[in-house]
């Protein structure tokens, strides 16, 4: 029954509206939920909480579609293997090679590298920039500086690099730390190149599955 205030006509229209307070609505006997109540079933009776969670079925938690496994680390995704610029036969099978998971991304990093920069019509930030290295840079000092810089923009435009720790030459001092694992016959093999003005730079990245790569860039004049 509506009641109708003071100094209005008694049409419904003149009644005081329901109020919400606390999640009640004020106005009806007793007070009902704000919200709709839900239906009642053998199984859910009215008023009843949520049901009961099996024990056994507490820690999984659900699948989302296109999510993987939380617990593994984040892809470093695949390709096509490539040799010398071109495709490569499975010799397992009638099907083309793949590469799968940091060789994928090697050879990325490297088609990167070869490329250069603003040939690719689709994408002219893609590549590195090997022909502004003989305009600008005049001495040796001067060309191994721009190529570290280039060199971290061109690796570090992929996003599965986070980071570009680490970028030395075959001539640094690094080179020549045993810890890098290079014989007797490499070094010779480097001084061999040095005389020929060509050198080799490395360069090691991290990646966003927590793995290290190291990659080679030969013949860096």
Same mark, same amino acid.
């Given at each position: 029954?509506?009641?109708?205030?003071?100094?209005?006509?008694?049409?419904? /229209? =003149? !009644?005081?509206?329901?109020?919400? %307070?606390? @999640?009640?609505?004020? !106005?009806?006997?007793?007070?009902?939920?704000? $919200?709709?109540?839900?239906?009642?079933?053998?199984?859910?009776?009215?008023?009843? !909480?949520?049901?009961?969670?099996?024990?056994? *079925?507490?820690?999984?938690?659900?699948?989302?579609?296109? /999510?993987?496994?939380?617990?593994?680390?984040? %892809? *470093?995704?695949? $390709?096509?293997?490539?040799?010398?610029? =071109?495709?490569?036969?499975?010799?397992? @099978?009638?099907?083309?090679?793949?590469? &799968?998971?940091? /060789?994928?991304?090697?050879?990325?990093?490297?088609?990167?590298? %070869?490329?250069?920069?603003?040939?690719?019509?689709?994408?002219?930030?893609?590549?590195?920039?090997?022909?502004?290295? !003989?305009?600008?840079?005049? =001495? *040796?000092?001067?060309?191994?500086?721009? &190529?570290?810089?280039?060199?971290?923009?061109?690796? %570090?435009? =992929?996003? #599965?690099?986070?980071?570009?720790?680490?970028?030395?030459?075959?001539?640094?001092?690094?080179?020549?730390?045993?810890?890098?694992?290079?014989?007797?016959?490499?070094?010779?093999?480097?001084?061999?190149?040095?005389?020929? #003005?060509?050198?080799? &730079?490395?360069?090691?990245?991290?990646?966003?599955?927590?793995?290290?790569?190291?990659? #080679?860039? #030969?013949?860096?004049?």
């Amino acid at each position: 029954m509506i009641t109708p205030r003071a100094g209005h006509g008694n049409g419904p /229209e =003149d !009644g005081p509206g329901p109020t919400i %307070s606390d @999640g009640v609505v004020a !106005g009806a006997a007793g007070g009902v939920p704000a $919200s709709r109540p839900r239906a009642a079933t053998a199984a859910t009776p009215v008023g009843a !909480g949520p049901p009961p969670v099996d024990p056994a *079925l507490a820690g999984i938690r659900p699948y989302i579609p296109g /999510e993987g496994p939380r617990e593994a680390p984040p %892809s *470093l995704g695949h $390709s096509l293997a490539l040799l010398d610029g =071109d495709l490569v036969l499975d010799p397992h @099978g009638h099907d083309l090679s793949l590469v &799968v998971g940091g /060789e994928a991304l090697a050879q990325a990093l490297e088609l990167a590298v %070869s490329t250069q920069a603003g040939s690719d019509r689709l994408n002219i930030r893609f590549g590195f920039d090997a022909l502004a290295l !003989g305009a600008f840079a005049r =001495d *040796l000092p001067t060309r191994k500086e721009y &190529v570290t810089m280039e060199l971290v923009r061109c690796l %570090s435009a =992929d996003r #599965r690099v986070t980071d570009v720790r680490e970028v030395f030459f075959d001539d640094d001092p690094r080179f020549d730390d045993p810890g890098t694992g290079f014989d007797e016959q490499a070094l010779r093999g480097v001084a061999a190149a040095h005389t020929d #003005r060509r050198y080799t &730079v490395y360069a090691v990245v991290d990646t966003i599955a927590g793995t290290a790569l190291t990659l #080679r860039a #030969r013949g860096i004049p």
